[in-house]
């Protein structure tokens, strides 16, 4: 019985091992791991040759010994406890994407398995060893790790990172997945000739700081090489290759052997910059480093384009904002500069307190008058500052002479020349822009920088659009003054300087004309003495504004004038007027013209009144009961050719009564969001006087009611009003009757 054990355990071993020949037949060509092992030792019967390559090849290709000598480091990794366990138990282990530290020291690498260890039995089934099969993970695990780190980095891109964020943290990666490759990105210049650092956090400071700016060309290392050809660069030695001759000793310094660059390029072919991947000894690159150099390539080329289009996107942003920032300032000069009654001088000072501090910290202003430039305007941050530079006369050669006499714009970035506050300034330099008025300089602006103040184009220009502003302004402000000078003047020439002294009245008037002053209005009125001792007065309103208006009002009062003389009847008076007015040229006809004519005389009672109304506003009549009425007397207008049909009014103001007549300006004005003034708020406001008010009380009283309507509108049509009042009789002297 024994034998027969001994005969069938021999049979079962010579089966088990036959099983294990066959397994090391089918595994020998197969890229999956096997081993089998017998003992308690572990000893290594038979192997494949890619569980050898694995475990590191060499002096590890041997079979007949205990597995923890061939690899020792497996014992603190916990790996021969394993085979332990499964040896003891005859139970089956199965390890998943296990992480495994092959070697000792220098030579350690890490690498990924999935593995099984089975137990060996015999025919009785016991344990008499442990096999192995498996597979390593590693390039899976590496390139599942590769693509991660790809999608975040992704990631990072479409969210926007930084781009050195984004290529340092590539760089970080890469050297992670191949601790032994030292990882750089340079960036090409605009121009593509020069390459600048971009991320390399493996290398040294010094390195890093030697290359940036390097020029792409042949022989300038593997990169600017590389950015030369458009194509790959592969240096396995940088010893030896003539391409690092003028940075050999720099990679020596850097502990740097081997370098392949490989170029990053846009999808139109432009240089972006090189991807490097550096070793510290000789090496030539393997397909997988070649693809992993293209792989990180592109995706820096994606994160490079993409900055380059944030870029561009904030740089037309900032022009966008620039130019609605010119815009603005523009605008706002040239409504400052357009202000109402502003005259040459103040849009002069204007303009340089618009440029300071908004072009520049100082800005002084000067025009030539009378053959010589007189400074007119300063502009500066502190008061001295500008007291330093009122007071500084420019010379006859300096830059304001030179831009007057050239008309050109003139910028230096010095102190100017000639004498001047320069140094207690501290002015580093200045742009004198000519202001030009129908193509002659009379003036220049000049802005000068000081305490780190510098000028660009962009500087430039708009002071120089603004000094065209101003200049225009300056103009419209001149010829506004000479125009308002003209108006006035001529104004004054048709209206009485002062009323004169009629014995037994009191006379007062006001004239507000429309507008800025500009035109001559078309409200007049007069009083002067007739050749019998009585008086005339006259108050009308001719259709229109401007010179037309005032040829009329000459017309109309010099008539009225020249024949009160010879006809001793107020309406035969107007119709002469009437007749003057017809008769002029048919192009000099300026339209309608409506007035109130009348004569006074002292009477018994007062003051004998007779007076015609042509087409005018009613006049009014404060009477000694302090009642407001209407004159009735009808007519109309003068000018229009047609036959007249005139009443002569006959009234006396007895002493303190007070006839007011006004033109339509008056009743007719508008503040804003209201009806008009109408005629009996101008009763109401004449009526408001104390009793025994003389004629400037009552005038006073209407023109402050008006302007108390207007609440400081400006009126549309001009406003004038005469007012008459009956003085008290003087007692006679005592004498004989």
Same mark, same amino acid.
Request: aromatic share 6%; net charge negative; proline share 5%.
């Given at each position: 019985?024994?034998?027969?054990?001994?005969?069938?355990?021999?049979?079962?071993?010579?089966?088990?091992?036959?099983?294990? +020949?066959?397994?090391?037949?089918? !595994?020998?060509?197969? =890229?999956? &791991? !096997?081993?089998?092992?017998?003992?308690?030792?572990?000893?290594?019967?038979?192997?494949?040759?890619?569980?050898?390559?694995?475990?590191?090849?060499?002096?590890?290709?041997?079979?007949?010994?205990?597995?923890?000598?061939?690899?020792?480091?497996?014992?603190?990794?916990?790996?021969?406890?394993?085979?332990?366990?499964?040896?003891?138990?005859?139970?089956?282990?199965?390890?998943?994407?296990?992480?495994?530290?092959?070697?000792?020291?220098?030579?350690?690498?890490?690498?990924?398995?999935?593995? %099984?260890?089975?137990?060996?039995?015999?025919?009785?089934?016991?344990?008499?060893?442990?096999?192995?099969? $498996?597979?390593?993970?590693?390039?899976?695990?590496?390139?599942?790790?590769?693509?991660?780190?790809?999608?975040? &980095?992704?990631?990072?891109?479409?969210?926007?990172?930084?781009?050195?964020?984004?290529?340092?943290?590539?760089?970080? =990666?890469?050297?992670?997945?191949?601790?032994?490759?030292?990882?750089?990105?340079?960036?090409?210049?605009?121009?593509?000739?020069? @390459?600048?650092?971009?991320?390399?956090?493996?290398?040294?400071?010094?390195?890093?700081?030697?290359?940036?700016?390097?020029?792409?060309?042949?022989?300038?290392?593997?990169?600017?090489?590389?950015?030369?050809?458009?194509?790959?660069?592969?240096?396995?030695?940088?010893?030896?290759?003539?391409?690092?001759?003028?940075?050999?000793?720099?990679?020596?310094?850097?502990?740097?052997?081997?370098?392949?660059? /490989?170029?990053?390029?846009? #999808?139109?072919?432009?240089?972006?910059?090189?991807?490097?991947?550096?070793?510290?000894?000789?090496?030539?690159?393997?397909?997988?480093?070649?693809?992993?150099?293209?792989? !990180?390539?592109?995706?820096?080329?994606?994160?490079?384009?993409?900055?380059?289009?944030?870029?561009?996107?904030?740089?037309?942003?900032?022009?966008?904002?620039?130019?609605?920032?010119?815009?603005?300032?523009?605008?706002?000069?040239? %409504?400052?500069?357009?202000?109402?009654?502003?005259?040459?001088?103040?849009?002069? +000072?204007?303009?340089? /307190?618009?440029?300071?501090?908004?072009?520049?910290?100082?800005?002084?202003?000067?025009? @030539?008058?009378?053959?010589?430039?007189?400074?007119?305007?300063?502009?500066?941050? *502190?008061?001295?500052?500008?007291?330093?530079?009122?007071?500084?006369?420019?010379?006859?050669?300096?830059?304001?002479?030179?831009?007057?006499?050239?008309?050109?714009?003139?910028?230096?970035?010095?102190?100017?020349?000639?004498?001047?506050?320069?140094?207690?300034?501290?002015? %580093?330099?200045?742009?004198?822009?000519?202001?030009?008025?129908?193509?002659?300089? !009379?003036?220049?602006?000049?802005?000068?920088?000081?305490?780190?103040?510098?000028?660009?184009?962009?500087?430039?220009?708009?002071?120089?659009?603004?000094?065209?502003?101003?200049?225009?302004?300056?103009?419209?402000?001149?010829?506004?003054?000479? #125009?308002?000078?003209?108006?006035?003047?001529? +104004? =004054?020439?048709?209206? &009485?300087?002062?009323?004169?002294?009629?014995?037994?009245?009191?006379?007062?008037?006001?004239?507000?004309?429309?507008?800025?002053?500009?035109?001559?209005?078309?409200?007049?009125?007069?009083?002067?003495?007739?050749?019998?001792?009585?008086?005339?007065?006259?108050?009308?309103?001719?259709?229109?504004?401007?010179?037309?208006?005032? =040829?009329?009002?000459?017309?109309?009062?010099?008539?009225?004038?020249?024949?009160? *003389?010879?006809?001793?009847?107020?309406?035969?008076?107007?119709?002469?007027?009437?007749?003057?007015?017809?008769? #002029?040229?048919?192009?000099?006809?300026?339209?309608?013209?409506?007035?109130?004519?009348?004569?006074?005389?002292?009477?018994?009672?007062?003051?004998?009144?007779?007076?015609?109304?042509?087409?005018?506003?009613?006049?009014?009549?404060?009477?000694?009961?302090?009642?407001?009425?209407?004159?009735?007397? *009808? $007519?109309?207008?003068?000018?229009?050719?047609?036959?007249?049909?005139?009443?002569?009014?006959?009234?006396?103001?007895?002493?303190?009564?007070?006839?007011?007549?006004?033109?339509?300006?008056?009743?007719?004005?508008?503040?804003?969001? /209201?009806?008009?003034?109408?005629?009996?708020?101008?009763?109401?406001?004449?009526?408001?006087?104390?009793?025994?008010?003389?004629?400037?009380?009552?005038?006073?009283?209407?023109?402050?009611?008006?302007?108390?309507?207007?609440?400081?509108?400006?009126?549309?049509?001009?406003?004038?009003?005469?007012?008459? /009042?009956?003085?008290?009789?003087?007692?006679?002297?005592?004498?004989?009757?």
């Amino acid at each position: 019985m024994r034998a027969e054990h001994e005969r069938r355990a021999g049979s079962g071993a010579r089966r088990i091992q036959d099983t294990d +020949q066959d397994l090391s037949l089918l !595994f020998g060509t197969s =890229t999956a &791991l !096997f081993a089998s092992m017998t003992g308690p030792a572990h000893v290594l019967e038979a192997a494949n040759p890619a569980f050898f390559t694995a475990i590191g090849g060499g002096r590890r290709e041997r079979t007949g010994v205990p597995l923890v000598r061939l690899m020792p480091e497996l014992a603190a990794q916990g790996f021969i406890g394993l085979l332990d366990q499964v040896y003891r138990s005859g139970e089956r282990h199965v390890g998943r994407d296990t992480r495994v530290v092959i070697g000792v020291g220098a030579d350690a690498h890490e690498a990924y398995f999935d593995f %099984t260890y089975e137990a060996r039995r015999d025919a009785g089934g016991n344990v008499i060893g442990v096999r192995m099969v $498996g597979v390593e993970t590693t390039q899976v695990k590496h390139a599942r790790r590769l693509a991660a780190e790809q999608r975040a &980095l992704l990631e990072q891109i479409a969210r926007q990172a930084p781009l050195p964020d984004v290529l340092d943290g590539m760089c970080r =990666t890469i050297e992670e997945l191949t601790p032994e490759v030292i990882v750089s990105v340079l960036l090409a210049d605009q121009d593509g000739r020069h @390459l600048r650092h971009g991320a390399a956090p493996g290398l040294p400071d010094f390195y890093n700081q030697a290359i940036d700016g390097i020029a792409t060309g042949e022989g300038v290392g593997s990169c600017g090489t590389a950015a030369h050809r458009r194509r790959n660069v592969i240096v396995n030695d940088i010893a030896t290759d003539p391409l690092w001759k003028d940075f050999r000793d720099l990679a020596g310094r850097a502990g740097l052997a081997a370098c392949w660059s /490989t170029p990053i390029l846009a #999808r139109d072919g432009r240089l972006l910059g090189t991807f490097a991947m550096y070793h510290r000894t000789p090496r030539a690159p393997q397909d997988t480093d070649l693809a992993l150099a293209r792989v !990180f390539a592109d995706t820096a080329a994606l994160a490079i384009e993409r900055h380059h289009a944030e870029q561009a996107r904030q740089a037309a942003d900032a022009r966008e904002k620039a130019a609605r920032d010119d815009l603005a300032f523009l605008l706002a000069a040239s %409504t400052a500069l357009a202000g109402r009654r502003l005259d040459e001088r103040q849009t002069l +000072q204007r303009l340089a /307190t618009l440029a300071s501090p908004a072009l520049a910290p100082l800005a002084t202003v000067d025009i @030539l008058e009378a053959g010589r430039v007189q400074r007119v305007a300063t502009a500066a941050r *502190s008061e001295e500052a500008r007291s330093l530079l009122a007071a500084c006369v420019p010379a006859q050669d300096d830059a304001v002479a030179r831009v007057l006499s050239s008309g050109l714009t003139e910028v230096a970035r010095r102190t100017p020349t000639g004498p001047g506050p320069w140094h207690e300034l501290g002015v %580093t330099g200045y742009v004198c822009v000519p202001l030009v008025d129908r193509g002659r300089p !009379f003036g220049a602006v000049t802005l000068l920088s000081a305490d780190g103040h510098s000028f660009d184009g962009h500087r430039i220009a708009l002071a120089e659009e603004l000094a065209r502003r101003t200049a225009s302004a300056a103009r419209n402000a001149r010829q506004y003054a000479q #125009r308002a000078a003209l108006a006035r003047d001529l +104004q =004054t020439g048709l209206l &009485l300087p002062d009323l004169p002294d009629v014995p037994g009245a009191r006379l007062a008037a006001f004239y507000h004309p429309a507008g800025e002053g500009l035109e001559v209005g078309g409200d007049f009125y007069d009083v002067f003495e007739r050749d019998d001792g009585s008086w005339a007065f006259i108050l009308g309103d001719v259709c229109g504004r401007g010179a037309m208006a005032a =040829t009329t009002t000459a017309l109309v009062r010099h008539t009225a004038r020249a024949v009160a *003389s010879l006809l001793d009847d107020p309406v035969d008076i107007v119709k002469a007027v009437d007749k003057a007015l017809n008769d #002029r040229y048919a192009h000099q006809n300026n339209g309608f013209v409506t007035l109130v004519y009348g004569h006074l005389a002292p009477a018994a009672e007062g003051l004998a009144v007779e007076l015609v109304r042509a087409g005018h506003t009613l006049p009014l009549l404060l009477d000694a009961g302090h009642v407001v009425d209407t004159v009735e007397a *009808s $007519g109309g207008l003068l000018g229009t050719g047609l036959p007249l049909r005139l009443t002569a009014r006959r009234l006396t103001l007895r002493p303190g009564e007070s006839l007011l007549l006004y033109t339509d300006g008056i009743t007719e004005c508008r503040a804003t969001g /209201t009806e008009q003034y109408g005629e009996a708020r101008l009763a109401t406001a004449m009526a408001s006087v104390p009793r025994g008010s003389a004629a400037a009380d009552v005038v006073r009283a209407v023109a402050e009611d008006v302007r108390r309507f207007m609440d400081g509108r400006e009126v549309e049509d001009d406003q004038a009003a005469l007012v008459i /009042t009956a003085e008290q009789p003087r007692s006679r002297p005592p004498g004989p009757s």
